[in-house]
């Protein structure tokens, strides 16, 4: 396993990247300023990296489009503007950020931190991943989708213009879907904290979840449908009957 070492010189912003994406909630904001990191095209011209371990930070340039396979990133993961990355497999130790108008498709991966998006194009979280903490989008322009996999923070997705998609998964804290105009699906989770959702304005379907605390609709202007919903606390609004 080749071991790709850094020769960036941190500035405090990048204390401060760790400090805001740790705890954070939707809306919140990523760093106005890309933080510096490894650019893997440094020693991976195609952007298309397998086995290799990088020591740092990494930072996907703008508009590049990169393939990671069984990598591991020993700190944050950015995908810069319009940047787009595959991650298959493998591990990042720190937050995976994804900035405005870049895409990120994880199968089968572990991220230690947040996967947190603002802007971004899409977001894919899938194929028994893992986040060990929150998966945040803000102001999306397009797909959220968290699918067969595991979440140990929250699932928190707001202004979001893209289908929302929240299947056959665990999330240990709550669901939070707030004014998002697409089309919304949590459907056949397991979730240990509650699932709000509020202000909506696509269709949503809410299906067969077990919900340990509270199932909270309201204000949602498009059809809401569901049932077969195990709640331990309440159902309340618009989802009262589900």
Known sequence: MRIIRSVAVWSIAVLLLSACSEGSTTGGGLLPVLPAGIDPTDDYPTCIVADATFDDDVTIPEGVDCAFSNV??????????????????????????????????????TVKGNVQGERSA?????????????????????????????????VQVEATSGPIEVLDGFVDGDVQL????????????????NVQLEANLGGVEVFTNV????????????????????????????????
Not at 134 to 145: E, L, T
Not at 178 to 193: E, F, H, L, M, Y
Request: charged share 20%.
């Open 178 to 193: 707030k004014q998002n105009p697409g089309a919304i699906d949590v459907s056949r989770n397991t979730v240990a904290g």
């Open 72 to 109: 591991t990133v020993e700190g944050n993961l950015a995908v810069a503007p319009n940047a787009s990355l595959d991650l298959d497999g493998g591990l990042i130790d720190g937050n995976l950020l994804v900035y405005e108008g870049a895409s990120v498709d994880v199968d089968g991966a």
């Open 122 to 154: 899409a977001v894919v979280v899938r194929g028994g991943s893992e986040v060990d903490g929150d998966v945040q989008v803000d102001r999306g322009q397009g797909a959220v989708r968290v699918l067969a996999s595991d979440v140990l923070g929250n």
């Open 211 to 242: 919900i340990d605390g509270n199932l909270q609709c309201s204000s949602n202007t498009a059809p809401i449908e569901g049932g077969g919903n195990v709640v331990g606390g309440d159902k309340e609004g618009q989802c009262s009957a589900f």
